[in-house]
């Protein structure tokens, strides 16, 4: 008798083994590829992903690989300024004791360079006050050689604007950007005429803008950079990476004397405006109240008894002036000019400045406790006595 049993107890076997072998490896790629219908879920990383570059983004001439292009459309109008000075030597008294009216103290020539921006076919060019105040002569040069005498048309020592005049033939201009849209960590540069080494350029980026209470100007609102500025760039251009003139370069903060990263320049908002009061009338009228203004700190906070009071106090007051006939007195404080908020002495100043002559200005006073208003009629502001400093 032949018994067939065990055979069939074997296969039996083999069939569950390879069922849960099969089980096991159905269940694994399960677990490998949805955790999730286990309960569990993966974690996942979110990375930020620059966007593409474009292929013309990185072309030579444009972007952040060659900036020739801007260079080669507004450095032709950019010029080298030269400016001659009669230095009279100061007197002394014991040879003024000694030789009486017989001593004439000695001249001297004495010589100094800046940069300018030609604006217009017309031959006008834009410059610093200081690089031309006082000189005798003014000669410019042209980057392609020629050279002519200029003929001074007028100046601005409160904003350091001064606007000259050329009689050539064809000059080479540049363009504005007036659209105020330059924002900090844009790309700018300099092109100037440094320690006289000849035309010179210098990239950076704007740092800050609308620096004020620098103690350069009475008008400031800079833009700050930290392209390159040395002695010679005053006067000369800022400009954007398409090649366009956003400020004309003015001052530096240096202990050295040299460039030290920050440098700044008058936007053209505030140059074309003086310029064109120059070349209309040869002098900038700018409101005035005859006011000495001064910002509240907590110390005068506390001593004039203020709590949570935004203004300018008015520290003193010019007889006769503006400001004295619409009623106003020292220890006034000034909470609004014409509806905006007096928060700062140099803002205040500025919209003062901006009103023309004649106009009314209405005031928001705060005196002794009580609030009330006034008119003021703006009168014109008188010529600067004060010299600038920390030129370039």
Same mark, same amino acid.
């Given at each position: 008798?032949?018994?067939?049993?065990?055979?069939?107890?074997?296969?039996?076997?083999?069939?569950?083994?390879?069922?849960?072998?099969?089980?096991?490896?159905?269940?694994?790629?399960?677990?490998?590829?949805?955790?999730?219908?286990?309960?569990?879920?993966?974690?996942?990383?979110?990375?930020?992903?620059?966007?593409?570059?474009?292929?013309?983004?990185?072309?030579?001439?444009?972007?952040?690989?060659?900036?020739?292009?801007?260079?080669?459309?507004?450095?032709?109008?950019?010029?080298?300024?030269?400016?001659?000075?009669?230095?009279?030597?100061?007197?002394?008294?014991?040879?003024?004791?000694?030789?009486?009216?017989?001593?004439?103290?000695?001249?001297?020539?004495?010589?100094?360079?800046?940069?300018?921006?030609?604006?217009?076919?017309?031959?006008?060019?834009?410059?610093?006050?200081?690089?031309?105040?006082?000189?005798?002569?003014?000669?410019?040069?042209?980057?392609?050689?020629?050279?002519?005498?200029?003929?001074?048309?007028?100046?601005?020592?409160?904003?350091?604007?001064?606007?000259?005049?050329?009689?050539?033939?064809?000059?080479?201009? !540049? &363009?504005?950007? =007036? %659209?105020? #849209?330059?924002?900090?960590? @844009?790309?700018?540069?300099? /092109?100037?005429?440094?320690?006289?080494?000849?035309?010179?350029?210098?990239?950076?980026?704007?740092?800050?803008?609308?620096?004020?209470?620098?103690?350069?100007?009475?008008?400031?609102?800079?833009?700050?950079?930290?392209?390159?500025?040395?002695?010679?760039?005053?006067?000369?251009?800022?400009?954007?990476?398409?090649?366009?003139?956003?400020?004309?370069?003015?001052?530096?903060?240096?202990?050295?004397?040299?460039?030290?990263?920050?440098?700044?320049?008058?936007?053209?908002?505030?140059?074309?405006?003086?310029?064109?009061?120059?070349?209309?009338?040869?002098?900038?009228?700018?409101?005035?109240?005859?006011?000495?203004?001064?910002? !509240? &700190?907590?110390? =005068? %906070?506390? #001593?004039?008894?203020?709590? @949570?009071?935004?203004?300018? /106090?008015?520290?003193?007051?010019?007889?006769?002036?503006?400001?004295?006939?619409?009623?106003?007195?020292?220890?006034?404080?000034?909470?609004?000019?014409?509806?905006?908020?007096?928060?700062?002495?140099?803002?205040?100043?500025?919209?003062?400045?901006?009103?023309?002559?004649?106009?009314?200005?209405?005031?928001?006073?705060?005196?002794?406790?009580?609030?009330?208003?006034?008119?003021?009629?703006?009168?014109?502001?008188?010529?600067?006595?004060?010299?600038?400093?920390?030129?370039?």
């Amino acid at each position: 008798m032949v018994f067939f049993y065990p055979m069939k107890k074997a296969n039996l076997y083999l069939f569950l083994f390879k069922a849960v072998v099969a089980g096991l490896a159905a269940a694994f790629v399960v677990l490998l590829l949805r955790p999730d219908l286990l309960g569990h879920q993966r974690p996942v990383v979110e990375l930020k992903q620059s966007p593409t570059l474009h292929t013309e983004s990185t072309q030579f001439g444009s972007g952040p690989v060659s900036y020739a292009q801007a260079v080669e459309a507004a450095a032709p109008a950019v010029v080298n300024i030269y400016t001659t000075k009669v230095i009279t030597e100061r007197v002394n008294p014991l040879l003024r004791y000694f030789f009486g009216d017989q001593y004439v103290p000695r001249q001297r020539l004495e010589n100094n360079l800046g940069s300018g921006v030609i604006v217009s076919d017309q031959g006008y060019i834009l410059t610093n006050n200081h690089v031309i105040a006082g000189a005798a002569g003014i000669e410019v040069l042209l980057r392609d050689g020629r050279s002519a005498e200029a003929k001074l048309v007028g100046t601005d020592p409160e904003s350091d604007i001064a606007v000259l005049k050329i009689d050539l033939d064809t000059v080479p201009t !540049i &363009t504005f950007n =007036l %659209a105020n #849209s330059m924002r900090v960590g @844009d790309v700018v540069l300099a /092109i100037g005429n440094p320690f006289g080494v000849g035309q010179t350029v210098t990239m950076g980026i704007i740092s800050a803008t609308g620096r004020d209470h620098m103690g350069i100007n009475t008008f400031e609102n800079f833009i700050q950079t930290d392209a390159a500025i040395n002695p010679g760039n005053s006067g000369g251009a800022l400009i954007d990476a398409y090649g366009n003139l956003v400020g004309i370069n003015t001052a530096i903060f240096t202990k050295s004397g040299g460039s030290q990263g920050i440098g700044f320049a008058i936007p053209m908002s505030i140059a074309r405006d003086v310029m064109e009061q120059l070349i209309e009338t040869g002098r900038v009228s700018r409101g005035w109240l005859g006011v000495e203004t001064q910002d !509240i &700190t907590p110390q =005068l %906070a506390e #001593s004039f008894n203020l709590q @949570d009071i935004t203004g300018v /106090i008015i520290a003193g007051i010019q007889r006769s002036g503006p400001a004295a006939q619409a009623g106003l007195r020292p220890g006034d404080i000034i909470l609004s000019v014409n509806g905006e908020p007096a928060s700062d002495s140099k803002i205040v100043m500025n919209q003062i400045a901006r009103t023309s002559s004649g106009e009314k200005l209405r005031l928001k006073i705060l005196r002794n406790g009580r609030e009330f208003d006034a008119e003021a009629i703006v009168g014109e502001r008188p010529p600067p006595t004060r010299r600038p400093r920390n030129r370039s």
